[in-house]
């Protein structure tokens, strides 16, 4: 039996997406042989790809200027070559911090040049996100690098801040096709697939061509994002099992009706939770600010660290996993990337109210 499953990362995957791999696994299209299996130079690999890459323009309306290239090692290997690509001596880059992996992205940018932090909470308290006046802005910056969502504290940018001329990156691991975006604002956009997308080891990139183009050349080749610009994703082998099932789960959101589909599934299943957490906060507390709530990792507090060790082992009994806060955050978080389903988040809420009544 499938788990209901609110893991942060990798989290489950759509059902259908896993079942069509599951019967192609041991004979991919009557090739006798998995996709697994095939070569990444061959032509039934490569239609995989290229059609992963096709339908990442379809979904999102890339337009002309920008491109879809895959890579490797993670969002974090990204925050290495982001300044080694993008950072020249002589210029300093901006980050926003919101989180973890914003402090994350930071700490690595300042191995390799001159770095400034146009915003971070004086408090250290990641409960919201700044406001666009709050932000101290370069104009001079080499890039500006922001994150999205932050998977952790269960913050997000409803609107992204605007680096006005700089051109702008974004770490979009967790909330990457949760809702359509104009790619047109961005330089460049970077996400793990294992939230939204897929499982993880393949990372996409979304990034403006001319962006790319002018990047430092003065590192290896195999650093340099144009290299698997130049080579469509093939440069050297790529994750093809996991392009694979990136696929399967892109044909499937085409099919649900795109992003504003998974746009308006993704507000309900967020109104739900946060409605019963503030039906029910004289149990539950929601400590992000209102305007800063993520939709898609939900975290709240019970009245005591023992009561929330009992909701997360009693909601495995009752078939719900993932439920732990982040081990540096503690508390609850409920990640409801697409793949969880609306009735997953209405058999949640149902737990949370009999839970409230048992324990209160
Ligand atoms: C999960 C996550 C990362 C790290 O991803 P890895 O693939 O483990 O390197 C980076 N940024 C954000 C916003 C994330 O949610």
Not at 148 to 167: E, K, M, R, W
Not at 290 to 309: C, H, Q, T, Y
Not at 329 to 342: D, E, K, L, M, P
């Amino acid at each position: 039996m499938r788990v209901i499953n609110f893991n942060a990362g990798p989290a489950g995957l759509p059902l259908p997406a896993l079942e069509q791999a599951r019967d192609e696994l041991l004979d991919f299209q009557k090739t006798g042989m998995s996709i697994m299996e095939h070569s990444h130079r061959g032509a039934t690999y490569e239609a995989v790809h290229d059609e992963a890459i096709a339908l990442l323009g379809e979904l999102l309306g890339i337009p002309s200027t920008h491109t879809v290239v895959f890579v490797q090692g993670g969002a974090s290997l990204q925050f290495g070559l982001i300044p080694m690509n993008f950072l020249p001596k002589g210029k300093s880059a901006d980050y926003v911090v919101t989180g973890v992996w914003g402090e994350k992205a930071i700490s690595e940018a300042k191995y390799l040049g001159e770095v400034s932090t146009a915003w971070a909470p004086a408090d250290g308290k990641f409960v919201r996100v700044p406001k666009p006046d709050e932000i101290k802005w370069d104009p001079n910056a080499a890039y500006a690098h922001t994150t999205s969502n932050n998977t952790i504290y269960g913050t997000q940018f409803h609107t992204l801040p605007d680096p006005g001329a700089v051109p702008h990156i974004c770490d979009m691991s967790s909330d990457f096709l949760w809702r359509p975006i104009d790619v047109s604002r961005f330089a460049f956009i970077y996400a793990g697939a294992q939230k939204n997308i897929g499982p993880s080891g393949v990372v996409v990139v979304v990034a403006n061509k001319e962006f790319l183009a002018k990047r430092r050349t003065d590192i290896p080749k195999i650093f340099q994002y144009q290299t698997h610009v130049e080579n469509n994703s093939l440069y050297n082998t790529p994750n093809t099992w996991g392009i694979y099932l990136c696929r399967n789960v892109l044909q499937l959101m085409k099919k649900q009706g795109g992003l504003k589909a998974m746009e308006s599934k993704n507000q309900e299943k967020a109104s739900l939770l946060y409605g019963a957490l503030d039906r029910l906060n004289g149990f539950y507390k929601a400590p992000v600010e209102k305007a800063s709530r993520s939709v898609m990792n939900i975290v709240f507090r019970l009245p005591s660290e023992g009561l929330e060790d009992k909701f997360v082992s009693e909601a495995k009994k009752a078939n719900m996993i993932g439920l732990k806060g982040h081990r540096s955050a503690g508390g609850i978080r409920v990640s409801a990337y697409n793949a969880v389903s609306v009735e997953d988040i209405k058999a949640l809420v149902s737990f949370m109210e009999v839970f409230s009544k048992a324990n209160g």
